[in-house]
């Protein structure tokens, strides 16, 4: 039984679990924002330009044998289609190419990091070396 919980203790601590929590907390906050975002700044957009608040009412009616008429609501799609460009995008230049970038600092300052130390071993070896020679001939 001690084994059982000392899993599921390790399963909970390991990083994978934790990271995959806050990235959860993170959409959901993230969400609010692109909701204040459709809501304060797009949808009135779009209800200037086509006189209604969203395009979700967009469509085109066919001629049926049965009652007349069918509504296909197209722009259902189009407001679901912007929307989820509109999160892409939010998503793309908020989230990925910001965390990209700092990626890029931390990566070529290792890699500076990296090579100033390769070059200290160079001439430590190269000052051991020829501290060796000195003693060797004396």
Same mark, same amino acid.
């Given at each position: ?46 209800? +200037? ?15 049926? +044998? ?42 070529? &300052? ?14 430590? &070896? ?13």
């Amino acid at each position: 039984m001690r084994n059982l919980f000392n899993g599921f203790k390790d399963f909970i601590t390991r990083g994978n679990v934790v990271d995959l929590a806050v990235a959860v907390i993170i959409g959901a906050a993230f969400t609010g924002v692109i909701t204040g975002l459709m809501d304060g700044v797009l949808n009135p957009l779009i209800a +200037w330009l086509f006189g209604s608040p969203d395009i979700s009412s967009a469509g085109f009616h066919v001629p049926n +044998w049965q009652d007349g008429e069918t509504l296909f609501p197209i722009g259902l799609f189009l407001q679901a289609l912007i929307n989820f460009v509109i999160v892409a995008a939010a998503l793309y230049f908020f989230v990925v190419t910001p965390i990209r970038k700092l990626m890029e600092l931390r990566r070529s &300052t290792a890699e500076e990091i990296e090579e100033t130390l390769e070059k200290d071993v160079e001439l430590l &070896t190269e000052i051991r070396d020829l501290l060796r020679a000195q003693v060797t001939t004396r």
